[in-house]
């Protein structure tokens, strides 16, 4: 991973904002950007990471907690991985519930945590306030504590992973750009790159956002499905009196909000309702990883942000930073072999959980390519999975704004996706939607997932979006 590559400011930080500028600009000045945007390498949250216990509850999958399970036991082993030091820090993590329904998702997610051993424990607003020193607690029903989750240095993991394979007799070529992959007879011969050829049986796509033009870039091309979307974060000045480096990150899920402490400061991002996919034709790296600030975007999870620690209105803020991050049609990862180039492996779209599950998802794919498949079932990360269909630019970029969001929505019963729809129907389609059907997707193709009576009326037409109804009978069914 080195999408993030760089651990400090490069070149001159911006001018320091206040809140109040912040959020008046958005309104006012139409969102111009404030200072110019640079690179940073956030520490990004690592195992239990703040992101990834609720992706996997939301997607309900087991292969999301094969990966993480896989990453947990060695947790420890990063203190000293490759003797690179990676910026670990044990600072446990506090996912908020400010509904009943965020709460039951919660519970649920804590037992399966316990299940796979990893600690936590679903915890009172109180306890809460007590943890975390800046937090506005009055609205929340309650939270769950993943004591040992931890953070780390994204670039920092990058090197030691980079040094520990080089002792271990990898080559590395650095700054070097793979034009496109050499297939002779439907199977991986070796890779052209900008500084010459590489012969090889075994070529792995794991070049992020890139991915999807690589995987064209072929003659025997390779649909690869993901998209990225910009991805805001902000990052502060120290609080008068700095935060402790071991202070919890904050998952607000129903506020869209994650935060975190940063050089005694706050780190503090979201996945809002409304993404915004970015469009790289005709643009080359450094140019999408160098996007503009966008207030008036940012402004609801600002405003979510300062609710939940109204202290912050007067610090200092010290930058935007707006950082492509990538996401898959289903938001699962994708890995595996091509069932168009034998040879050629890919392992991305990690839906903003690289870190989390990058351990767990890089071992698997390990065993795929030397024993022809993986030790546990994790089928449904398979790239066979996906056909031409869903790699339609359009498409894609529908349903990454989809995807994205529901990162930190809760995932229902009787959910299903709303964008890509009616790809495929059947000639039966008319009729049995006249009879009340009610539509689920599988690849492209419309399916009746069950039958609501025309005379039921309309209010049996909208779905409920709710645990504690369905918990207390208050359903339309
Ligand atoms: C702000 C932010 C916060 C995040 N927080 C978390 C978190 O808390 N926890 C978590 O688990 N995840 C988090 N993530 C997500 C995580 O950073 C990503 O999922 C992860 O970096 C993806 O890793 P990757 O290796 O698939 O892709 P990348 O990191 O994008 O790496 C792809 C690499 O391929 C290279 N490349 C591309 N094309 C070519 C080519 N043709 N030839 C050679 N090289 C090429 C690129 O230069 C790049 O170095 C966060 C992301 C963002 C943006």
């Known amino acids: 991973s080195g999408q993030r590559g760089q ?88 996912f908020l519930a400010q509904t009943q329904d965020r709460l039951i998702s919660l519970k649920r997610i804590n037992s399966r945590l316990n299940v796979i051993g990893i600690p936590s424990e679903i915890i009172s607003p109180k306890k809460v306030a007590e943890l975390h020193p800046l937090l506005n607690v009055h609205d929340l029903v309650g939270a769950m504590h993943v004591p040992e989750d931890a953070v780390v240095s994204s670039a920092d993991v990058a090197l030691a992973l980079a040094s520990a394979a080089s002792q271990n007799g990898v080559q590395i070529y650095d700054r070097t750009s793979v034009l496109h992959v050499m297939v002779k007879k439907g199977q991986v011969t070796g890779v052209e790159t900008d500084k010459g050829q590489i012969e090889c049986q075994y070529f792995v ?14 003659e025997e091309p390779v649909s690869i499905p993901l998209h990225a979307c910009e991805h805001f974060y902000l990052l502060t000045r120290p609080l008068e009196t700095p935060l402790q480096s071991n202070t919890p990150t904050v998952v607000d899920a129903d506020g869209r909000i994650y935060i975190r402490n940063w050089q005694g400061g706050i780190l503090s991002g979201g996945f809002e309702k409304n993404p915004k996919p970015i469009f790289t034709e005709g643009k080359n790296q450094l140019e999408i990883q160098n996007l503009q600030e966008d207030w008036d975007h940012f402004e609801p999870l600002l405003s979510s942000l300062l609710r939940r620690m109204p202290e912050l209105e007067t610090l200092e803020i010290m930058k935007l930073v707006n950082c492509p991050e990538t996401f898959t049609p289903d938001m699962r990862c994708i890995m595996g072999e091509s069932p168009a180039v034998q040879g ?56 990454v704004m989809e995807v994205m969001p529901l990162l930190y929505d809760l995932k229902v019963p009787r959910w299903d996706f709303q964008t890509g729809r009616q790809l495929r129907t059947s000639p039966l389609y008319d009729r049995l939607d006249a009879q009340g059907a009610r539509w689920m997707e599988k690849h492209g193709f419309e399916r009746p997932k069950y039958f609501v009576p025309p005379d039921k009326g309309k209010k049996a037409r909208s779905h409920v979006y709710s645990f504690v109804a369905l918990r207390t009978n208050k359903t339309h069914f």
């Open 344 to 399: 050629y492996y890919v392992l991305v779209g990690m839906n903003s959980a690289g870190l989390s599950f990058g351990g767990g998802a890089g071992r698997y794919l390990a065993e795929w390519m030397v024993h022809g498949y993986p030790s546990e079932s994790i089928w449904e990360l398979d790239l066979k999975r996906f056909g031409a269909l869903q790699s339609s630019r359009t498409f894609l970029r529908h349903r």
């Open 7 to 94: 651990k400090e400011f490069v070149g001159r930080p911006s001018e320091p904002v206040s809140w109040q500028e912040a959020a008046g600009w958005s309104r006012q000045r139409g969102g111009q950007a404030v200072g110019n945007p640079q690179q940073v390498a956030p520490q990004l949250k690592q195992g239990r990471s703040g992101q990834d216990p609720a992706a996997s509850e939301m997607t309900g999958l087991q292969p999301f907690t094969h990966l993480l399970q896989t990453q947990y036991p060695r947790g420890s082993d990063w203190l000293n991985f490759g003797h690179v030091p990676i910026g670990y820090i044990r600072t446990g993590s506090i």
């Open 205 to 218: 796509n794991c070049a992020g956002q890139w991915a999807y033009e690589l995987g064209l870039s072929n």
